[in-house]
Antibody
Framework: EVQLVESGGGLIQPGGSLRLSCAASGFTVSSSSMSWVRQAPGKGLEWVSLIYSGGNTYYADSVKGRFTLSRDNSKNTLYLQMNSLRADDTAVYHC???????????WGQGTLVTVSS | EIVLTQSPGTLSLSPGERATLSCRASQSVSSSYLAWYQQKHGQAPRLLIYGASTRATGIPDRFSGSGSGTDFTLTISRLEPEDFAVYYCQQYGGSPRYTFGQGTNLEIK
């Protein structure tokens, strides 16, 4: 069974850093494309970043230069390093597996990041 | 960037009724890259439809997707109590870039 479990969220001050983790089971992260998608409180879904199985990474303009996506193949885990956090980064962050490069077929429950002083 | 506009924002129906949700794109979208998701309160989104009309694994056949170009539709033929949720359309625009509609809240009348 495919499962994705996020962790690492919390309350952080503006300008601070946080690293999110997404532990996968039931499939191999390194053989898949994976993404982070966020959802601000009471709002819709926003794609954040993508890593292809080959390792290339891509980012939404809103986080480019501040967020870094990586993975640890030995732990079957995805990471999102978030620096220079701003209030508008406040959201639940979901990791998701990408099917066919185009759709998100499995999602984690998400971890809440709150950026506030 | 392609913008997806969903309508209506809120749809109030009763169990057993038919639901028709619309997703309109600001420019033409490949049908291969249009998907629909269901999200219940406090839960992760669930993939319902991909390729505009293909049901994902385990999705009941009362859910169907159709459309092409700039106009896409999600239809739920007979609403069950568990179908009341928020529904999002999503497109893949290359580069890569992914965009979502703002959602339709399907509520019990």
């Amino acid at each position: 069974e495919v499962q994705l479990v996020e962790s690492g969220g919390g309350l952080i001050q503006p300008g601070g850093s946080l690293r999110l983790s997404c532990a996968a089971s039931g499939f191999t992260v390194s053989s898949s494309s994976m993404s982070w998608v966020r959802q601000a409180p009471g709002k819709g879904l926003e794609w954040v970043s993508l890593i292809y199985s080959g390792g290339n990474t891509y980012y939404a303009d809103s986080v480019k230069g501040r967020f870094t996506l990586s993975r640890d193949n030995s732990k079957n885990t995805l990471y999102l390093q978030m620096n220079s956090l701003r209030a508008d980064d406040t959201a639940v962050y979901h990791c998701a597996r990408v099917m066919g490069g185009a759709v998100f077929d499995y999602w984690g429950q998400g971890t809440l990041v709150t950026v506030s002083s | 960037e392609i913008v997806l506009t969903q309508s209506p924002g809120t749809l109030s129906l009763s169990p057993g009724e038919r639901a028709t949700l619309s997703c309109r794109a600001s420019q033409s979208v490949s049908s291969s890259y249009l998907a629909w998701y269901q999200q219940k309160h406090g839960q992760a989104p669930r993939l319902l439809i991909y390729g505009a009309s293909t049901r994902a694994t385990g999705i009941p056949d009362r859910f169907s997707g159709s459309g092409s170009g700039t106009d896409f539709t999600l239809t739920i033929s007979r609403l069950e109590p568990e179908d009341f949720a928020v529904y999002y359309c999503q497109q893949y625009g290359g580069s890569p870039r992914y965009t979502f509609g703002q959602g339709t809240n399907l509520e019990i009348k």
